[in-house]
């Protein structure tokens, strides 16, 4: 061991221990050592991060420049984090954190990143709209959503109407419907529209 009278410093790691004496040396008192470690810096790196839509998954990475393990999470926003599959839980901004805890050679380190998630596409699915004939009965078009979310169908063009769900030929030719639903919180809005032929009965020529 080596005494020190005066500030002194420390240039490596150390353990110090520490003694105070009497002025006449017959009485001293002695400290816990004194750990002094120079920590090596590490740079986190994250992978590509991915463009989610609502109930979307996507992988998330990031490594250390000391290639210590990470750990990563989800610090705030609509999503959560299982392993590496980040699964969007709604829309908005997610934050992600990577964190390296370090050791006795590298200092700790942490990085955050955000993950925007958008709304989730509507696809609307039809029933098979065959061609028809004027004087038919009226009959039902039901268009559903992904979403689950209720859809509308309207009369885009042609001679027909439609109430509560059922079409009604008002006339011969070409007719559009329309299906709509109009978006929610976690889904865009989304429109489609199908046309089919009416011909002329012989009842009506």
């Not at 009369?155 to 978006?183: D, H």
């Amino acid at each position: 061991s080596e005494a020190f009278f005066a500030p002194f410093p420390v240039m490596s790691n150390a353990d110090l221990r520490v003694v105070a004496y009497s002025p006449n040396f017959d009485q001293s008192r002695e400290r816990p050592s004194v750990a002094f470690r120079f920590l090596q810096p590490q740079v986190l790196s994250w992978g590509a991060l991915p463009k989610l839509r609502f109930g979307d998954k996507g992988e998330v990475s990031a490594s250390s420049s000391s290639g210590l393990p990470v750990v990563l999470s989800v610090v705030s926003g609509p999503a959560t984090l299982s392993g590496n599959q980040l699964s969007a839980t709604g829309v908005g901004d997610v934050v992600l954190r990577a964190v390296q805890a370090g050791n006795d050679v590298f200092a700790s380190v942490t990085a955050d990143r955000t993950v925007s998630v958008s709304k989730a596409i509507q696809m609307l699915t039809w029933p098979t709209l065959g061609s028809k004939t004027f004087g038919d009965p009226s009959f039902p078009v039901s268009v559903s959503a992904n979403s689950g979310l209720p859809v509308t169908v309207s009369v885009g063009s042609g001679k027909a109407k439609v109430a509560g769900g059922t079409v009604s030929l008002t006339g011969a030719g070409s007719v559009t419907l329309t299906a709509t639903q109009a978006g929610s919180p976690n889904y865009e809005a989304g429109t489609e529209s199908k046309s089919f032929a009416v011909e002329i009965g012989r009842a009506h020529v």
